[in-house]
């Protein structure tokens, strides 16, 4: 079947690309597969209007809200090989099922890789997390730490005392610059050079984290910058470039999430640096309308 757009991808990014496409009365199809990158949290925070609200919630009601377009097409089902052309862009699916269209729009998502530290992949979305404007509310006032993995994480290190008594872990490898350091000090970021290697307590909740000494110091939450990979190969196959960010690859777009490859998009964490549920949904939102003027001008 050929459609306007093929959408892969149904979280916060996918979703509102397909919305603005079906209000534009454009065949939409929107794939997804059922397993976002959010999965493990329980709330989501900082969106606005949605505070506090399970991100499976959010995005039951988004779809719930695109399925009263007549020109909307939901397909579950994983994305296992896309291919485009002067002409267009085609999606296969588990099963062999082939679909086709003028646009697609990529907003697959990323693969968190956490350190291997034993304890933490069970606490994760909960006690063991990434982003203090998305968490860090709800663990405030809690002894903090932040587990390094990249030289930003130093940033955090800066960032969290709003939120708790914080605690750096360099992990013996990220050492704050002189100027980090310093700001860090300032800030009352306690500096512990010897590697954290197990989380205890029962998880989900935090008591202390094992140092590679034998030490247990007392945390209830820890903060944690993972390494990302795609979560599709979708834009590998497309032959899409890409940019290396500080936590992994994303793919490059231009400021209407037009990609290098022609007649395909992206939106989301697979297309940025940064992430965060608010900014993804803003480039799917750029990412459906871009692709729509596209459609309109060609």
Same mark, same amino acid.
């Given at each position: 079947?050929?459609?306007?757009?093929?959408?892969?991808?149904?979280?916060?990014?996918?979703?509102?690309?397909?919305?603005?496409?079906?209000?534009?009365?454009?065949?939409?199809?929107?794939?997804?597969?059922?397993?976002?990158?959010?999965?493990?949290?329980?709330?989501?925070?900082?969106?606005?209007?949605?505070?506090?609200?399970?991100?499976?919630?959010?995005?039951?009601?988004?779809?719930?809200?695109?399925?009263?377009?007549?020109?909307?097409?939901?397909?579950?089902?994983?994305?296992?090989?896309?291919?485009?052309?002067?002409?267009?862009?085609? #999606?296969?699916?588990?099963? *062999?099922?082939?679909?086709?269209?003028?646009?697609?729009? @990529? =907003?697959? &998502?990323?693969?968190? %890789? /956490?350190?291997?530290?034993?304890?933490?992949?069970?606490?994760?979305?909960?006690?063991?997390?990434?982003?203090?404007?998305?968490?860090?509310?709800?663990?405030?006032?809690?002894?903090?730490?932040?587990?390094?993995?990249?030289?930003?994480?130093?940033?955090?290190?800066?960032?969290?005392?709003?939120?708790?008594?914080?605690?750096?872990?360099?992990?013996?490898?990220?050492?704050?610059?002189?100027?980090?350091?310093?700001?860090?000090?300032?800030?009352?970021?306690?500096?512990?050079?010897?590697? #954290?290697?197990?989380?205890? *307590?029962?998880?989900?909740?935090?008591?202390?984290?094992? @140092? =590679?000494? &034998?030490?247990?110091? %007392? /945390?209830?939450?820890?903060?944690?910058?993972?390494?990302?990979?795609?979560?599709?190969?979708?834009?590998?196959?497309?032959?899409?470039?890409?940019?290396?960010?500080?936590?992994?690859?994303?793919?490059?777009?231009?400021?209407?999430?037009?990609?290098?490859?022609?007649?395909?998009?992206?939106?989301?964490?697979?297309?940025?640096?940064?992430?965060?549920?608010?900014?993804?949904?803003?480039?799917?939102?750029?990412?459906?309308?871009?692709?729509?003027?596209?459609?309109?001008?060609?």
């Amino acid at each position: 079947m050929h459609y306007d757009v093929i959408v892969v991808g149904a979280s916060f990014a996918g979703a509102s690309a397909a919305m603005q496409l079906a209000r534009a009365r454009r065949k939409i199809l929107l794939i997804d597969a059922g397993s976002p990158r959010n999965r493990y949290a329980e709330a989501s925070h900082g969106f606005l209007g949605q505070d506090g609200t399970p991100p499976h919630e959010i995005m039951a009601i988004a779809v719930q809200q695109l399925m009263a377009y007549p020109n909307f097409e939901l397909a579950v089902a994983y994305a296992e090989h896309a291919a485009a052309d002067a002409q267009g862009v085609s #999606v296969t699916v588990e099963g *062999g099922r082939r679909f086709q269209a003028r646009r697609l729009i @990529l =907003a697959t &998502g990323v693969r968190d %890789e /956490l350190p291997p530290i034993p304890g933490l992949q069970e606490r994760w979305g909960k006690t063991a997390i990434h982003c203090p404007y998305c968490h860090g509310y709800e663990v405030r006032d809690r002894k903090l730490g932040v587990i390094a993995t990249t030289p930003l994480s130093a940033h955090q290190g800066i960032m969290l005392p709003d939120w708790g008594p914080t605690t750096y872990f360099t992990q013996g490898q990220f050492e704050p610059e002189e100027a980090e350091l310093r700001q860090m000090q300032k800030r009352g970021t306690a500096i512990e050079r010897t590697p #954290v290697v197990e989380i205890l *307590g029962e998880a989900p909740e935090i008591e202390a984290v094992r @140092l =590679a000494d &034998g030490r247990a110091l %007392e /945390l209830g939450a820890v903060f944690v910058g993972p390494r990302v990979h795609m979560s599709s190969p979708l834009a590998m196959q497309l032959g899409c470039a890409f940019e290396q960010g500080a936590m992994g690859p994303y793919i490059r777009t231009d400021e209407m999430r037009q990609t290098s490859v022609p007649n395909v998009l992206a939106a989301g964490d697979a297309a940025m640096a940064f992430h965060n549920g608010t900014m993804a949904s803003a480039s799917g939102v750029m990412a459906g309308v871009s692709a729509h003027r596209s459609l309109i001008m060609e």
